[in-house]
């Protein structure tokens, strides 16, 4: 089972833009699915970017024209581009990754969107 680290959070005010990053500690090259979820207090945590092993990506309607997922397999690291940030995207965002039948959850990253 890989171990994930997230980092690139932080605050930013609305309109900007920030990129989240996911190392994984092993090869992701043969992970099925990698994918960003995101959770804020009283919330269930929801998906709202992935990455599956063919390239083809999939959003959640709340991000979509504004994130883009991708994955470096070289590097071992799955990033999320946010542009266009709102007061609404303000959450912990959480990496996931899919070896095999092994699932790995990164520690989460704080990403704060002011008004």
């Known amino acids: 089972q890989v171990q994930l680290a997230e980092s690139g959070g932080g605050l930013v005010q609305a309109g900007g833009s920030l990129r989240l990053s996911c190392a994984a500690s092993?090869?992701?090259?043969?992970?099925?699915?990698m994918g960003w979820y995101r959770q804020v207090p009283g919330k269930q945590r929801e998906l709202i970017a992935a990455?599956?092993?063919?390239?083809?990506?999939n959003y959640a309607d709340s991000v979509k024209g504004r994130f883009t997922i991708s994955r470096d397999n070289a590097k071992n690291t799955v990033y999320l581009q946010m542009d266009s940030l709102k007061p609404e995207d303000t959450a912990v965002y959480y990496c996931?990754?899919?070896?095999?039948?092994?699932?790995?959850w990164g520690q989460g990253t704080q990403v704060t969107v002011s008004s």
């Open positions: 996931k990754v899919i070896v095999g039948v092994s699932g790995s």
């Open positions: 092993g090869s992701i090259l043969s992970s099925r699915f």
């Open positions: 990455i599956l092993n063919g390239g083809n990506t």
